[in-house]
């Protein structure tokens, strides 16, 4: 299994800021995946991390508002730009190497005030 | 794309009492389906999972079924404890794909 950390855990924001989200897992992974989880909700994939390449977006999911880095096989960033209060959710980071198990990070809490 | 829904959204159960959350599929191409355990304040945690070529997997008190024909599969949780208390998710992949389609979630509680 992958254990993956996850800063920051919880931060409180100012609406028009942006936040870096970072995940940083034990061992190299092909596949990094950003998801995102509103209150109470299910788990909604934002995008695909890619090494060397640009990510890929789900369907209302835009790089000006979520761009990812993924500058090496165990390591990847999530920013939230812009932020509003309607992106107030948990983020988190999860690795799949190729049709295996999936696991996550503990998620960050971000609220925006 | 595929479609994952899950029911119950809430289920409360007594102490000793069996769980089942059921959930279905939309794409027969679908052929990994985990579940997960996500406690308050954690990131989800594979508690099992089951492949397409199996109908059905127990790992101690926890068991999955899957039905191919009919595109379902369930979680059954025997002898609930109360550190059973989190939110479920099944979740499903489509052969050759590495994306996860979950479903909304079933909130178990389990009574002393």
């Not at chain 2, 954690?42 to 999972?49: A, C, V």
């Amino acid at each position: 299994s992958a254990v993956i950390s996850q800063k920051p855990s919880r931060d409180i924001c100012q609406r028009g800021t942006s936040l870096t989200i970072q995940c940083q897992v034990d061992s190299q992974v092909t596949m990094m995946f950003w998801y995102r989880q509103q209150p109470g909700q299910s788990l909604t994939l934002i995008a695909t991390a890619n090494q060397g390449s640009e990510a890929t977006y789900e369907s209302g999911f835009v790089i000006d508002k979520f761009p990812i880095s993924r500058p090496n096989l165990t390591f990847s960033t999530l920013t939230v730009s812009n932020m509003s209060p309607e992106d107030s959710s948990i983020y988190l980071c999860s690795v799949r190497e190729g049709t295996t198990e999936a696991f996550f990070g503990q998620g960050t809490r971000l609220t925006v005030v | 794309g595929e479609n994952v829904e899950q029911h119950p959204s809430t289920l409360s159960v007594q102490e000793g009492d069996s769980a089942v959350i059921k959930c279905t599929y939309s794409d027969s191409a679908s052929n990994y389906f985990p579940w997960y355990k996500q406690e308050l304040g954690k990131g989800p945690q594979l508690i099992i999972d089951i492949r397409s070529n199996v109908g059905e997997k127990k790992d101690q008190r926890i068991a999955v079924t899957l039905n191919k024909t009919a595109k379902h599969f369930s979680l059954h949780i025997t002898e609930t404890q109360p550190e059973d208390s989190a939110v479920y998710f099944c979740a499903a992949s489509i052969s050759g794909y590495s994306t996860l389609t979950f479903g909304k979630g079933t909130m178990l509680l389990v009574s002393p």
